[in-house]
């Protein structure tokens, strides 16, 4: 794949699209952000190969990877949207630019994009440039570092409040701007509530259930009736 990868998003058994960094061009000891597309075949043993695209304006940090069918694939990538309709050939085109974390692609008809000032960025033409991306203010005391949209018609943001305590909401108008949004801090248990416990990770397999991180905590939670988590202490630690 000539990267080292840590983020995977594969649209059919038959293709995945591979995120990571690789080395520069240079080889001078220094990496960049790549894309790696590969048909497989992804089975033990095998060796795999793939079409790589650079992304040497990412800056170093978190990026995040979508890709809902064979023809759309969405990174977001701190300083930047792009988007590709061939993710084999790897004609990648910046959509938007901004302070970007991560993508939610329930369809390649809708994807949703958090940034780092409590708002998202939704599509319903992920690849068709600036216009069609739209803002949407999701909340004016937190900052956002994750999004899960199982039906184009709901969304869980989750993220950090004050800087110490985790964020969630919930909504089923993603554009409908602050007052479609339901959130607020997360009411966890004691061993829940340190220094730093943002939500820093959620998915939603329905309307009505989602797991989410915070730190060092698994969160569970029913978005359909609020904001409210079951914490399990990571037994792990």
Do not use: M
């Not at 949004?181 to 820093?200: C, D, I, S, V």
């Not at 939603?204 to 797991?211: A, D, G, Q, V």
Request: charged share 10%; net charge positive.
């Amino acid at each position: 794949l000539n990267l080292n990868p840590n983020v995977v998003s594969c649209p059919s058994t038959t293709l995945c699209a591979f995120l990571g960094d690789t080395p520069t061009p240079a080889n001078d000891g220094h990496y960049e952000w790549a894309i790696s597309v590969s048909t497989g075949p992804f089975r033990p043993g095998a060796r795999i190969t793939g079409h790589l695209t650079r992304f040497p304006a990412i800056p170093p940090g978190a990026a995040y990877l979508a890709c809902p069918s064979t023809t759309l694939c969405v990174l977001s990538g701190g300083s930047a949207i792009y988007a590709t309709r061939d993710p084999l050939k790897g004609k990648w085109v910046q959509q938007v630019a901004g302070t970007f974390t991560a993508a939610s692609c329930s369809t390649a008809t809708f994807c949703a994009v958090a940034t780092y000032g409590g708002s998202i960025f939704v599509s319903h033409d992920p690849a068709g440039g600036r216009a069609a991306w739209i803002r949407s203010s999701v909340t004016s005391k937190a900052w956002l570092l994750s999004i899960a949209c199982p039906p184009s018609v709901f969304c869980v943001a989750a993220g950090g409040y004050e800087g110490v305590y985790g964020w969630i909401g919930v909504s089923k108008d993603p554009t409908g701007g602050l007052r479609a949004w339901t959130g607020g801090r997360t009411p966890g248990p004691k061993f829940a509530q340190g220094p730093n416990e943002w939500a820093t990770s959620a998915t939603c397999l329905t309307t009505t259930f989602c797991i989410g991180l915070s730190q060092d905590e698994l969160v569970t939670s029913d978005p359909a009736v609020g904001p409210h988590l079951s914490f399990v202490r990571d037994q792990g630690r």
